[in-house]
Each structure stands twice: as structure tokens, then as C-alpha cells.
T-cell receptor, first 113, second 121 residues
Framework: KAGVTQTPRYLIKTRGQQVTLSCSPI?????VSWYQQTPGQGLQFLFE???????NKGNFPGRFSGRQFSNSRSEMNVSTLELGDSALYLC????????????FGSGTRLTVV | AQKITQTQPGMFVQEKEAVTLDCTYD???????LFWYKQPSSGEMIFLIY??????QNATEGRYSLNFQKARKSANLVISASQLGDSAMYFC??????????????????FGQGTILTVHP
């Protein structure tokens, strides 16, 4: 079956712009989580969505937001981009419920110039 | 305080030998899950192995095994018979709390800083 699909794979944006990243989870998975990976901070949790509701949120400013659609696809938005937002953004999907499996996508590498 | 600590920034191993990657964790939650992921240079996080806090046996998945010492709060990954393709970054991660039945889920993983493993021919 198809894995977790993240689009686009690479993105270059200018400071002050906004960006939207997309994540399509594995079919049947209802939970989608987002992570930011940088060389300095490592992997940090952004937020989790389950059945279109945000269930958990990490310690990021309000410029970072997300949503989940009825088909479980999720989008992440970053407004007013800063140079420090340059990172690999990873999405993970999980069946949710009483299951522990988290499958990650290949990520979107965002560069802010 | 660091919840997941990986003290080895880099490790080297000869092909076909075994290697242990260290991971210690800190939680007061009696129910938690521990994961190991492999991240090649392509960036994708590849799931390797999982250990639940109530699991009696150490987890094994093919060449991967998890040396779970609950009292010491350690969850070391052992890779047997290393292969050149094992060269990658390895992350230990923890989920605190049980995954809930009935429609909710804990989706937050806390990751360590990672260990870069290099396998020499």
C-alpha cells in the first residue's frame, strides 16, 4: 500500500512569505503528526491531528498552524517566514486508537532566504 | 531536562559485526513506548523497532533487537551483522502515555539527538 506522501519535496521561500505543506497519510490512518527537524534543535513536535481535530500541540509560535481534512490529509502552514524556519518538515501518520505505529513521509525541505 | 538522551554522536562498526546504540530516557509515566528510527541521507524516517513499557520480552525485528532495561531507563538498539546499508542516523524516541482506544491518539514522539552510524567494509 502507498506510504505517507509529502508535497512538495523541496521549497525555497523568501522571508516574510507564507508556505503551505501537504501530507497524505496511509489509507485508513486517522492521525497525522508534524515535526520540524533542524541541525541545531533536532526533531521537534509541532502538532497532531486526529479526525480533523488538533489533539496535541508543541511549543511553536502561532505562525505555525495546521489542519486536517475529512479524508485525513493534512496541511501545515507557516506565515511570515523567518530564516530560522528553514528545516526538514516531517509528517507521520498513524492508525490512531490503540495502536503505536507511526509511519513517516520523506519530508519537505524548506529553505527560507 | 532531556527526556531522551543518546550519548554517542557517532559510531563506527566493521561490516558483519554487531553494534549497540545507546538510549536512556526519563519519564514518570508508567505507560510509555520506545521507538527506534533510521534516517538515511534521503531524510525519510524508517521505523525499526518498538518496545512498550509493559512488554515482558525485549523486542526483536530481524537484525534489530532492543535491550530494554526498565529499572535503568535504557533502551539500547543492537544491530547484528552490520551491513553497509545500515550507515545512517539513528534516533531513539519515546511516546508517553498509552495510545488510547475509542478514537483518540497520542501522536507526540520525543526524539533524542541521534547517533550517526558508519559501517566500514
Amino acid at each position: 500500500k502507498a506510504g505517507v506522501t509529502q508535497t512538495p519535496r523541496y521549497l525555497i521561500k523568501t522571508r516574510g512569505q507564507q508556505v503551505t505543506l501537504s501530507c497524505s497519510p496511509i489509507s485508513g490512518h486517522r492521525s497525522v503528526s508534524w515535526y520540524q527537524q533542524t541541525p541545531g534543535q533536532g526533531l521537534q513536535f509541532l502538532f497532531e491531528y486526529f479526525s480533523e481535530t488538533q489533539r496535541n500541540k508543541g511549543n511553536f509560535p502561532g505562525r505555525f498552524s495546521g489542519r486536517q481534512f475529512s479524508n485525513s490529509r493534512s496541511e501545515m502552514n507557516v506565515s511570515t517566514l523567518e530564516l530560522g524556519d528553514s528545516a526538514l518538515y516531517l509528517c507521520a501518520s498513524s492508525p490512531g486508537g490503540a495502536s503505536y505505529g507511526y509511519t513517516f513521509g520523506s519530508g519537505t525541505r524548506l529553505t527560507v532566504v | 531536562a532531556q527526556k531522551i538522551t543518546q550519548t554517542q554522536p557517532g559510531m563506527f562498526v566493521q561490516e558483519k559485526e554487531a553494534v549497540t546504540l545507546d538510549c536512556t530516557y526519563d519519564t514518570s509515566d508508567p505507560s510509555y513506548g520506545l521507538f527506534w528510527y533510521k534516517q538515511p541521507s534521503s531524510g525519510e524516517m524508517i521505523f525499526l523497532i518498538y518496545q512498550g513499557s509493559y512488554d515482558q520480552q525485549n523486542a526483536t525485528e530481524g537484525r534489530y533487537s532492543l535491550n530494554f532495561q526498565k529499572a535503568r531507563k535504557s533502551a539500547n538498539l543492537v544491530i547484528s551483522a552490520s551491513q553497509l546499508g545500515d550507515s545512517a542516523m539513528y534516533f531513539c524516541a519515546m511516546r508517553e502515555g498509552p495510545p488510547r482506544a475509542g478514537g483518540t491518539s497520542y501522536g507526540k514522539l520525543t526524539f533524542g539527538q541521534g547517533t550517526i552510524l558508519t559501517v566500514h567494509p
